[in-house]
C-alpha cells in the first residue's frame, strides 16, 4: 500500500470515525495538539490498515497527521491550519511486557505497561534548526532527527560553498518541549525474587511533562535502538528506546488483574461462607503456627477502609497501617514477605539497607548521559495503592524515620533536592516490623522506650501488636509439631520429584500438605481482594456507628477526672472507622454492621491493652504511644524538677543541686531511685537537664 492509499483511507476514516473530535480539536488548537484515536477503531474500519500500522508505523503515522495537516483529504468548516498537530493511537493490541522486547520487535508498533521510576526535567529540543554562515550570512536549516546535534559540512550558498563557521540562530530554529522518562515493570507482576527490568522512553511535546514518578501508565511507540559508545569507538550492542506515541493511565486499581466470570462467580460464593474470615485469616502465613489476632488484622490491611475526598478538598485515607514489635525469631519477617506476595500491589524492603530516598523518592544524576537530575520514586511510591512491607523499621536513621510521618498519613512525598520540587503519590498501606532496643521485649516498661522510633510515628500506625516469646508447654509442643509437620511434607515432596525410585505417592503428601494449604489459594485471594477494592464502598450504619461512638466516649470518660491520664484520641477514632469498612469488604458488603464495629473494637481494645498501658499504674493512656511519656511520669518529672530546683536553691550553688540529695528527697515523694535515676537520664538526653560535674545537677532555663 503506497502512502496516498493510505492517505486516502485515513481521510475517510477521520470523516466517518472522528469528525466530531476534529472539529473540537479545531477549536481548540494550538491549545490542544492531539488527536487521540482508538486502535480498535482503525481495526474496524480496515484491518490492513490497522496491521500496517504495527508493521511500519514510521510512515503510516505520519500519513495518518498529514492528513490533519494539509487539508486536502478533510475541508475544515473553521479557517485554521493543523500543522503541528499528533495522532495518538490508544488500545494498541501489540502489548511486550519490557523483559521480552527483541530486535525483532524494532521499529515496530509496540505497547509496554509499567511504573515510571525516573522522569527528567522537560527541556526544550530543537527539531530544525537554523545555522547562519559567518561569511555570507546565508541562513541553512538542518533538520534534527539523530541524537546527536548535526551542523551543516558546508554553506549551501553556491557562490559561497565554505565549511564554516556556522552560528545557530535560535529565534529562526523550531524547538519542541522533550522528556527522557524510564520505567519499570511493576512489583506486583514479579515474582520469585525477579530483578525487575526497565526501558527508557522519549516523549516529547504535549506528552512531556504529564507523568511522575510511580504513575502506572501504558506507553505506545516506536521501538528504536541506540548504539552504545565506547571510550575508543562505538559498541556492537545496542540499547532498547520507546518512542512514545500515547500515554494511557491505569487508574483503576489493580487494573492489571485480570478477573474472570468463572473467577467473579467463586468470588461471590466465598463472600456468603458464614466462615469468610477465618478462611482468608487462615489463607495468610499458613506455615506460621497461631497468630490469630494478627491475621485478622493483616486481612483487614489487605481489604483496606474507604478513602474519601471531602467537599473542603481535604482527603482521609483508607489504608490502614500495622506495625509488628516482638522478640526475635517468632517470625515477623516472614509474615511480611508473605503479605508482599499476597497484595495485589507489594513493595517489601528493610529498614536496614534502606535511606529515607530509598523508602520515599531521591534526585539522582540521570543516567541516560547528558547528567541531569532526575526524580526516582522509593518503595513508598512504588507501593502506590497498594502495601509496602519495611521490615528492621527500627534500624533506620532518625532523619530517614521523619521522612515517613508524611508519607503515613497525607499519602503523599514532598521531594525538594537539586532544584527539583514535586509531590509524589503514596497510597499505600505500610506494615513494618520492629525489634526491641534491648534483644527482648519488657512488658511493664512502655512501648515508645523499647524500640527506637519517635513516638510521633509509633502513633500513626493503627494497630500495634507485640509479640512475646514466653516459654508454654502446650503451646509450644503445638509450634513445634506445626513446623515439623511442615517439614516432613516439604521433605517428602523434594524426594518424590527428584528421586526417580521413590515410593512416595502424590496422595500421602497430600495428606500431609493439609498443615500448610490455606483454605484460599494466594493467587485467588489476590482477586477476592482486587475485586473488593474495586467495587465494594461500605457505609456505616446506624448501630455500627453507635457502637464505634459508645467505645470510643467510654474509653474517654476514663480520662475526666482532674489527674487521670488521657486513655485515646480522635485518631483510634478514625482507625476504628477504618476497620470496620475493611471488615465489611471481607464479605463484599456496602454495609458495614454493628458485628464489624464490634470486630473491630475487640482489635483495637486488645491492641490498646498491649501497648496503650501506663506500665506504673495499668491505666489507659494514649501518651505511651503519642509522646512516648505516659501521666504518671510527667507527673515524676515534675516532682523531680521541683525538687531539683528547691536544693539548687537551698544550696545557693551555681553548679545545681547534689545528685544524692536529689534521689534521697525523691525517694521521701515515693519515687524509688531505680525511676528517678531512669527519668533523670532521660531529661539530660532531651536538654532539659545539665551536669556541671558529676555530683550536681540543674534546670536549664
Excluded at 239 to 256: P, R, W
Excluded at 358 to 384: H, K, P
Excluded at 502 to 529: F, G, H, N
Aim: with cysteine; net charge negative; charged share 30%.
Amino acid at each position: 500500500m503506497t502512502e496516498e492509499q493510505w492517505k486516502e483511507r485515513f481521510g475517510t476514516f477521520f470523516r466517518r470515525y472522528y469528525w466530531d473530535e476534529i472539529l473540537h480539536l479545531a477549536n481548540e488548537y494550538p491549545v490542544n495538539r492531539s488527536l487521540s484515536v482508538n486502535f480498535f477503531d482503525i481495526e474496524n474500519f480496515d484491518q490492513e490498515l490497522a496491521d500496517e500500522l504495527i508493521v511500519n508505523p514510521d510512515e503510516v503515522i505520519p500519513a495518518a497527521e498529514e492528513v490533519l495537516r494539509d487539508g486536502e483529504e478533510l475541508v475544515l468548516p473553521v479557517d485554521k491550519s493543523l500543522e503541528d498537530v499528533h495522532v495518538r493511537v490508544t488500545n494498541n493490541p501489540n502489548k511486550i511486557a519490557i523483559r521480552n522486547l527483541r530486535s525483532k520487535h524494532l521499529l515496530r508498533f509496540v505497547a509496554v505497561e509499567g511504573m515510571i521510576r525516573k522522569a527528567t526535567e522537560v527541556r526544550p529540543k530543537i527539531t530544525n534548526a537554523a545555522f547562519y554562515c559567518m561569511r555570507c550570512e546565508h541562513i541553512t536549516y538542518i533538520p534534527q532527527t539523530s541524537q546527536k546535534f548535526t551542523e551543516p559540512h558546508e554553506c549551501e550558498n553556491e557562490t559561497c560553498g565554505r565549511k564554516g563557521p556556522f552560528k545557530t540562530l535560535v529565534d529562526k530554529s523550531t524547538f519542541v518541549d522533550a522528556q527522557k522518562l524510564q520505567i519499570q515493570e511493576s512489583p506486583e507482576n514479579l515474582r520469585g525474587g525477579e530483578q525487575p527490568q526497565s526501558l527508557d522512553i522519549d516523549v516529547d511535546d504535549d506528552l512531556a511533562g504529564i507523568v511522575t514518578p510511580g504513575d502506572r501508565v501504558i506507553i505506545n511507540g516506536i521501538l528504536r535502538s541506540h548504539q552504545r559508545t565506547l571510550r575508543d569507538g562505538k559498541s556492537p550492542f545496542y540499547d532498547l528506546v520507546l518512542h512514545a506515541n500515547s500515554i494511557e493511565y491505569v487508574n483503576k486499581e489493580f487494573e492489571e488483574l485480570e478477573i474472570t466470570p468463572e473467577d467473579e462467580e467463586e468470588i461471590l460464593e466465598w463472600s456468603n461462607d458464614p466462615q469468610i474470615y477465618e478462611k482468608v485469616a487462615k489463607s495468610i502465613s499458613p506455615s506460621i503456627y497461631g497468630y490469630d489476632s494478627i491475621k485478622e488484622s493483616l486481612a483487614l490491611q489487605l481489604f483496606s477502609g474507604v478513602t474519601k475526598e471531602l467537599p473542603d478538598s481535604s482527603r482521609v485515607r483508607g489504608d490502614i497501617h500495622i506495625l509488628i514489635v516482638g522478640d526475635p525469631g517468632i517470625a515477623k519477617s516472614q509474615m511480611l514477605r508473605y503479605m508482599e506476595k499476597l497484595a495485589p500491589r507489594g513493595v517489601f524492603t528493610s529498614g536496614k539497607s534502606a535511606s529515607s530516598s530509598g523508602l520515599t523518592a531521591s534526585a539522582v544524576r540521570d543516567e541516560l548521559g547528558d547528567g541531569r537530575w532526575t526524580l526516582e520514586a522509593g518503595a513508598l511510591v512504588m507501593a502506590d495503592m497498594g502495601i509496602a512491607a519495611v521490615d528492621e523499621l527500627d534500624k533506620m536513621s532518625s532523619d530517614d524515620k521523619s521522612s515517613l510521618h508524611e508519607a503515613m498519613e497525607q499519602q503523599t512525598v514532598s521531594v525538594a533536592k537539586a532544584g527539583i520540587i514535586a509531590t509524589l503519590k503514596s497510597r499505600c498501606a505500610l506494615l513494618g516490623a520492629a525489634n526491641p532496643k534491648y534483644g527482648r521485649f519488657d512488658r511493664y516498661e512502655g512501648i515508645a522506650t523499647q524500640i527506637n522510633m519517635p513516638p510521633a510515628l509509633i502513633s500513626r500506625f493503627d494497630l500495634i501488636f507485640v509479640l512475646l516469646d514466653v516459654p508454654d508447654d502446650n503451646k509450644d509442643r503445638m509450634i513445634a509439631n506445626h513446623i515439623l509437620k511442615a517439614h516432613y511434607a516439604g521433605e517428602m515432596m523434594e524426594q518424590r520429584s527428584n528421586n526417580p525410585v521413590s515410593e512416595i505417592s502424590q496422595q500421602q503428601i497430600d495428606s500431609q500438605m493439609d498443615v500448610i494449604t490455606p483454605p484460599i489459594d494466594a493467587e485467588k485471594l489476590r482477586k477476592y481482594v482486587a475485586y473488593a477494592r474495586r467495587n465494594v464502598y461500605p457505609i456505616l450504619e446506624d448501630d455500627a456507628r453507635n457502637h464505634l461512638i459508645e467505645f470510643y466516649m467510654n474509653l474517654r470518660k476514663m480520662g475526666e477526672d482532674k489527674d487521670a491520664p488521657v486513655p485515646v484520641t480522635a485518631r483510634q477514632l478514625e482507625a476504628l472507622v477504618r476497620l470496620a469498612e475493611a471488615s465489611a469488604r471481607v464479605r463484599l458488603s456496602n454495609v458495614a454492621t454493628l458485628d464489624d464495629a464490634k470486630r473491630t473494637t475487640n482489635l483495637v481494645y486488645s491492641c490498646l491493652k498491649q501497648v496503650g498501658v501506663d506500665p506504673d499504674t495499668g491505666a489507659f493512656d494514649v501518651d505511651v504511644i503519642e509522646t512516648g511519656t505516659s501521666k504518671s511520669q510527667r507527673d515524676k518529672i515534675k516532682v523531680l524538677r521541683d525538687i531539683i530546683q528547691s536544693l539548687a536553691d537551698e544550696h545557693s550553688d551555681r553548679k545545681g543541686a547534689p545528685v544524692d540529695e536529689v534521689y534521697t528527697r525523691a525517694e521521701e515523694e515515693q519515687i524509688d531511685r531505680e525511676h528517678a535515676e531512669e527519668l533523670i537520664t532521660r531529661m539530660r538526653r532531651q536538654g532539659d537537664l545539665l551536669s556541671p560535674d558529676k555530683d550536681h545537677i540543674r534546670l536549664v532555663r
